[in-house]
């Protein structure tokens, strides 16, 4: 199974920070990787597909990048409705696979 | 709108079965592969088991391969998990989603059900 790592497992930051998550594969999986955000008691949100594309209605301070096994994603100015926790998770091959997942937290 | 309405979870024994099923609205679900992913309590998200569109195809994780059986009713719009031999650390919220599989990504969710497993 391939392996997803990501870091930091946690973070604090204010309101208008960049904020930058990192997940890196055990093995290259090219660019088929997804970011998710979820918040507490709620289900997964799909933010990026296929490391770099922004999903339909997510707003643009979010951006991903990346390829192979390393992977980012990035939310340019943080807003109060960012503080969540936020999964990497890549499909490119079964089973598909998550990392374990940043949380956010308020500075 | 996309709308997944997930049922059937509760308590149950170690050893004991249940059924979930997922209820899709709003877009074609003959169309679209589908996925259940789950999540311990205070734990992490796991995917669990896909299904094409037409039930020819279905892959899950290892931890349930045996136990658990994807199935889906096209007529019905429905998705399903059958869990047999249900131990402890199968206790999570189960949730489908919708699969994005254009771009191999779980694009809409539904609310989760929690499946508890306990003596």
């Known amino acids: 199974d391939i392996q997803m790592t990501q870091s930091p497992s946690s973070l604090s930051a204010s309101v208008g920070d960049r904020v930058t998550i990192t997940c890196r594969a055990s093995?290259?999986?090219?660019?088929?990787l997804n970011w998710y955000q979820q918040k507490p008691g709620k289900a997964p949100k799909l933010l990026i597909y296929?490391?770099?594309n922004l999903q339909s209605g997510v707003p643009s301070r979010f951006s991903g990048s990346g390829s192979g096994t390393d992977f980012t994603l990035t939310i340019s100015s943080l807003q109060p409705e960012d503080f969540a926790t936020y999964y990497c998770?890549?499909?490119?091959?079964?089973?598909?696979?998550f990392g374990q997942g940043t949380k956010v937290e308020i500075k | 709108e996309v709308q997944l309405v997930e049922s059937g979870g509760g308590l149950v024994q170690p050893g004991g079965s249940l059924r979930l099923s997922c209820a899709a609205s709003?877009?074609?679900?003959?169309?679209?592969?589908m996925s259940w992913v789950r999540q311990a309590p205070g734990k992490g998200l796991e995917w669990v088991a896909n299904?094409?569109?037409?039930?020819?195809?279905?892959y899950y994780v290892g931890s349930v391969k045996g136990r658990f059986t994807i199935s889906r009713d096209n007529a019905k719009n429905s998705l399903f998990l059958e869990m047999n031999s249900l131990r402890v650390e199968d206790t999570a919220v189960y949730y489908c989603?919708?699969?994005?599989?254009?771009?191999?990504?779980?694009?809409?969710w539904g609310q989760g059900t929690l499946v508890t497993v306990s003596s």
């Open positions: 296929a490391a770099s």
């Open positions: 998770q890549q499909s490119y091959g079964t089973p598909w696979t």
């Open positions: 299904i094409k569109l037409d039930g020819s195809e279905k």
């Open positions: 709003g877009f074609t679900f003959s169309s679209s592969w």
């Open positions: 093995q290259s999986i090219s660019t088929y």
């Open positions: 989603a919708k699969e994005a599989r254009e771009w191999l990504s779980m694009s809409d």
